[in-house]
T-cell receptor
Framework: GAVVSQHPSRVICKSGTSVKIECRSL??????MFWYRQFPKQSLMLMAT?????????EQGVEKDKFLINHASLTLSTLTVTSAHPEDSSFYIC????????????FGPGTRLTVL | AQKVTQAQTEISVVEKEDVTLDCVYE???????LFWYKQPPSGELVFLIR??????QNEISGRYSWNFQKSTSSFNFTITASQVVDSAVYFC????????????FGTGTRLTIIP
């Protein structure tokens, strides 16, 4: 149980275009999902916390207008990278908080974004 | 502010050797959670263990064991009789019990098991 999926797994786009990444909790309802960014050989940095039915909470330094997060249902959160640039190329990982209340997050497989 | 330090950037050991990955954390919270995750080359994070701040008992799960010491703010991870499949990046993480319970990750330790 507690499976989180992400789609797409890889995406290549041209500079200036927008890209949407989906994060789904497949077998549980997640009121809270998290979006992380990981540069090559670096750690995961939290970008934002996504709460179902409300606005996302962004970490300091993350542009909310560039990284649009929507958590429209209890099983789906989306991250849209708007007007992507090469410096946005990264590995984006989402996680969903376990409904058991033990503060455990289950991670998706990640999406590798390459902006040309 | 919370902080997690994994001083070992890369470790290589020969298969069947034991290896310990260090994790030191900083937090002002009295209630918090510590985690270890494994990230194989495929990229997906695999949950290994969660420990809350009130439980200092060491834990063993097969070849894996964890040593939590509040006195030194450390949560070290030992793999006994390492195997090639253990090769991965291992992250230690810390979470408070605030409203969103977000995770703060260490910089990770890249473990390579040499056959």
């Amino acid at each position: 149980g507690a499976v989180v999926s992400q789609h797409p797994s890889r995406v290549i786009c041209k500079s200036g275009t927008s890209v949407k990444i989906e994060c789904r909790s497949l077998d549980f309802q997640a009121t809270t999902m998290f979006w992380y960014r990981q540069f090559p050989k670096q750690s995961l940095m939290l970008m934002a916390t996504s709460n179902e039915g409300s606005k996302a909470t962004y970490e300091q330094g993350v542009e909310k207008d560039k990284f649009l997060i929507n958590h429209a249902s209890l099983t789906l959160s989306t991250l849209t990278v708007t007007s992507a640039h090469p410096e946005d190329s990264s590995f984006y990982i989402c996680s969903a908080r376990s409904p058991t209340g033990y503060n455990e997050q289950f991670f998706g497989p990640g999406t590798r974004l390459t902006v040309l | 502010a919370q902080k997690v330090t994994q001083a070992q950037t890369e470790i290589s050991v020969v298969e069947k050797e034991d290896v310990t990955l260090d994790c030191v954390y900083e937090t002002r919270d009295t209630t918090y959670y510590l985690f270890w995750y494994k990230q194989p080359p495929s990229g997906e994070l695999v949950f290994l263990i969660r420990r809350n701040s009130f439980d200092e008992q060491n834990e063993i799960s097969g070849r894996y064991s964890w040593n939590f010491q509040k006195s030194t703010s450390s949560f070290n991870f030992t793999i006994t009789a390492s195997q090639v499949v253990d090769s991965a990046v291992y992250f230690c993480a810390l979470s408070d019990r605030g409203g969103n319970e977000k995770l703060t990750f260490g910089t990770g330790t890249r473990l390579t098991i040499i056959p």
